[in-house]
């Protein structure tokens, strides 16, 4: 509220020098009409330059002033919450048996390769949840990896793919790791979810 009566302050004052002659909504230089004579007596041309100079300052601070309201309007939320860092999960659901085998093989693929990515300051953190499952088509293992925020997931390949190559091996050797996994456990979905605190 005060930055929109600043505004209107500066607008008013703005608009005053421009009746005066001085000038226009584009910022032309106008014929100084008959008001204009009155503030500036014949001859009193360092009057006139100084209220140029006032002028073109005032189109700055109208303008500055704008888009700090615009910047501000955005700013400003009705959610109950803050965003937060950005949540990639993934829900495993191991086959009977195999849930020792199958983390033996997370120990050195999922933990080295994001290991190797927060060296790389590429994610924050990461985290394995283990549970038994609410209903036999239930997941048992959550797999979570948490960014930034979304703008981390630009050129995912280009970032991972080096990393991948330096854990696990050649892009064959990847392709076995992962059909090998096909008898371990069966994904059962993945999901981008986002932290929130609460206001």
Known sequence: MRL???????????FLIRD?????????????QSNALRLFPAGNQLKKNILMKKSRHLILMIALAFFASITLSRA???AP??????????MVKTKYGMTDE?????????????DEAKKQNLVLDYKILLGDPATPQ?????????SKNMAEFDGAREKFDPIAKKIEGSVE???????KRLDLRE??????MREITLK
């Open 173 to 179: 050797q990847q392709k076995q790791t992962a059909v």
């Open 102 to 114: 199958y983390l033996k093989g997370l120990a050195k693929t999922f933990k080295g390769t994001l």
């Open 20 to 32: 005066a002659g001085i000038i226009s909504l584009t910022g032309v230089q106008q014929p100084i």
């Open 187 to 192: 994904i059962l979905g993945a999901k981008l």
């Open 76 to 78: 400003q939320s009705d």
């Open 81 to 90: 919450y803050t965003e937060g860092t950005v949540w990639n999960i993934t």
């Open 4 to 14: 929109f009566h600043c505004v209107r302050k500066l607008a008013r004052d703005w």
């Open 138 to 146: 239930d997941f048992d293992i959550l797999l979570m990896v948490e």
